[in-house]
């Protein structure tokens, strides 16, 4: 008897944990928004509703990513996850809604059920979907052979969890025109570099070994002591997204650093996926700053209109902040609530004097346009 009764028991605590679990929730205010096309304002009511439901779910995949500190597994896909955001919602309201101009905006307080979002979750691969995985470039200063090991390292541990990069061996090969060692100190070189081979993001580093030693018992004896240091930059903009430094000892054999090399590399790679991961979880949770490089302008006038048009065709419009104008282009820096792709589409449609500005290029944090 006493063998069925305690296989019941642990199975319903085990369903009565699983159930609680799943039906942990967390309450988060979120805002929806819509065009409306043909003065059709039920349909764009019901999808800026969508777009605020999937906002809220976001926004609490963004909080559970950024306490996150390692990259398990990559399957699972963000879109695939907010596109079924009503199944993660127990319950919301609509705190307030309206009309603006050519846009529907709805405020809802909805409550996510993050247990079943935590078990979707196990993956970070929803951060780099999103963030239309971006491409990654390893190089090392030096060409020596330290530099060489970390490099193969970092480039080993990236692949593994499922980053996308450019082939090393055409980076090297077009080496020989710039000279790294100067340039690794530089974020607009190394931009320069990444964009060259398509990269959108560089991994930047130097190693610094040195072997130390002593005699113990009438024997020498050494320590190889490795410090690495990578900085990982935005091709498009020159920023800084992450950098961190790791230094490890380990006795060995005189010049041998390979192992502790490696087991540098590893440890400060895991460092440097969360902190890159956790800026790029910030951003799609929050505003993001793009590059809009505008090109046929007649004149400056031309460029304050253009600037006064910004904040009323594209939505989630929260700065702009103007870099430089010559000669008809204007460089701008646009801080947004969404994404570059929704930023492109509202730009596609705006017209000023009767010309209408063309997309030229998107990049993950750059868009290029003329008039």
């Not at 979907?129 to 470039?137: Q, V």
Request: glycine fraction near 6%.
């Amino acid at each position: 008897m006493k063998r069925i009764i305690f296989p019941m028991i642990f199975s319903i605590i085990f369903c009565v944990s699983l159930s609680y679990a799943e039906n942990e929730k967390q309450r988060v205010m979120a805002v929806g928004m819509a065009s409306i096309h043909n003065n059709l304002i039920d349909i764009a009511r019901d999808k800026a509703i969508d777009n605020a439901l999937r906002t809220a779910v976001e926004r609490v995949v963004g909080v559970m990513v950024t306490g996150s500190t390692e990259v398990e597994n990559y399957q699972l896909k963000l879109d695939r996850i907010l596109s079924e955001s009503k199944g993660f919602i127990d319950h919301y309201k609509i705190i307030s809604e309206k009309r603006d101009g050519d846009n529907y905006e709805v405020n809802i307080e909805a409550e996510v059920v993050t247990g079943r979002l935590q078990d979707r979750m196990k993956a970070v691969e929803l951060v780099m979907t999103r963030k239309s995985k971006p491409r990654l470039m390893v190089i090392f200063s030096e060409q020596a052979q330290k530099d060489a090991i970390a490099e193969a390292a970092m480039t080993k541990y990236l692949l593994a969890k499922g980053f996308k990069l450019v082939d090393a061996q055409t980076v090297k090969k077009g080496r020989g025109d710039m000279n790294l060692t100067s340039a690794s100190g530089n974020e607009k070189i190394l931009s320069t570099l990444a964009q060259r081979y398509g990269a959108e993001i560089v991994i930047a580093g130097s190693v610094d070994a040195v072997s130390n030693s002593f005699t113990a018992y009438g024997v020498e004896m050494f320590t190889n002591k490795v410090n690495v240091s990578v900085k990982a930059i935005n091709s498009d903009t020159g920023d800084v997204i992450a950098a961190d430094s790791e230094s490890l000892s380990a006795p060995g054999q005189k010049g041998d650093i390979r192992q502790t090399v490696e087991d540098v590399v590893e440890k400060l790679a895991r460092k440097m996926v969360a902190g890159t991961l956790e800026r790029w979880s910030s951003e799609l949770t929050n505003t993001i700053t793009v590059k809009l490089v505008v090109s046929g302008l007649d004149d400056y006038q031309s460029l304050l209109n253009f600037k006064d048009h910004l904040p009323l065709v594209v939505k989630g419009f929260k700065a702009l902040y103007q870099r430089s104008y010559q000669r008809g282009e204007a460089d701008l820096d646009m801080e947004i609530k969404g994404n570059i792709q929704g930023l492109a589409d509202d730009l596609a449609a705006l017209v000023l004097n009767g010309k209408k500005l063309k997309i030229q290029e998107i990049t993950p944090n750059k868009i290029g346009a003329a008039f």
